[in-house]
C-alpha cells in the first residue's frame, strides 16, 4: 500500500509539508448540478425568489468559500488565491443549472480543493435560498473537471461517470 502523506510515521494526522516544492501558477476548474422543478428554476430566471437573488447570493457564497477551505478541510493549506469564479448555466433536460468554479494561485500546493468547496458551498446556498419552494431539489455531480500546474501536471476529466 503507498504511504498516505497526511499521516506521519506513527499514523498521526500532519499537514503535508510542501516547502521544498517550486511555486508555480496552478489552476482548478469543478462543477456541480442542482436539479430542480422547472417552477424553482423560473424563480431564479425571474427574480422573484422571496429571499432575492439566487445567483448573486450562491456566487459570493462560492467565492468566500473558496478564500476559507483551508478553515473548512482538515490538513489543507491556508492559499493566497488569486483569482475565484463562480458561474451558473441553466439547463432545461434535467432542469436545474451548473455550477462551475475557477480559481487560480502562484503556490506550492494546488487548488483542487477550493474549486471544490467553491462549486459545493454554491450549490447548497442555491438550496437554501429556494428551498421554501423546492425541499425536493437534488445536489450532484460535484467533481473537478480540470487542474494545472505542479509537480502533476494537467488533469482533465472525462465524461462524468454516471
Known amino acids: 500500500m503507498t504511504k498516505l ?6 499514523g498521526e494526522a500532519r499537514m503535508v509539508d510542501v516547502s521544498d516544492k517550486t ?24 427574480g422573484t ?9 450562491a456566487r459570493i457564497a462560492g467565492i468566500m468559500a ?4 483551508h478553515e473548512l478541510i482538515p490538513l489543507c493549506h491556508p492559499l493566497a488565491i488569486t483569482k475565484a469564479t463562480v458561474e451558473f448555466e441553466a439547463a432545461r433536460d434535467p ?17 483542487e480543493m477550493e474549486a471544490l468547496t467553491a462549486v459545493s ?3 447548497l446556498t442555491i438550496y437554501d435560498m ?5 425541499k425536493a431539489m437534488l445536489l ?3 467533481r473537478l473537471v480540470e487542474k494545472t500546474g505542479g509537480r502533476s501536471g494537467t488533469y482533465r476529466a472525462e465524461e462524468p461517470r454516471r
Open 5 to 10: 502523506s497526511h499521516l506521519n510515521e506513527k
Open 23 to 46: 511555486v508555480t501558477q496552478r489552476m482548478a476548474r469543478a462543477e456541480g448540478f442542482v436539479a430542480m422543478a422547472p417552477e424553482t428554476l423560473a424563480l431564479i430566471e425571474t
Open 49 to 57: 425568489a422571496k429571499k432575492g437573488d439566487v445567483l448573486a447570493t
Open 66 to 69: 473558496a478564500k476559507k477551505t
Open 95 to 111: 432542469v436545474g443549472l451548473r455550477v462551475m468554479a475557477e480559481v487560480k494561485v502562484g503556490g506550492q500546493t494546488g487548488v
Open 121 to 123: 458551498v454554491a450549490c
Open 130 to 134: 429556494l428551498k421554501a419552494a423546492d
Open 140 to 142: 450532484s455531480d460535484i
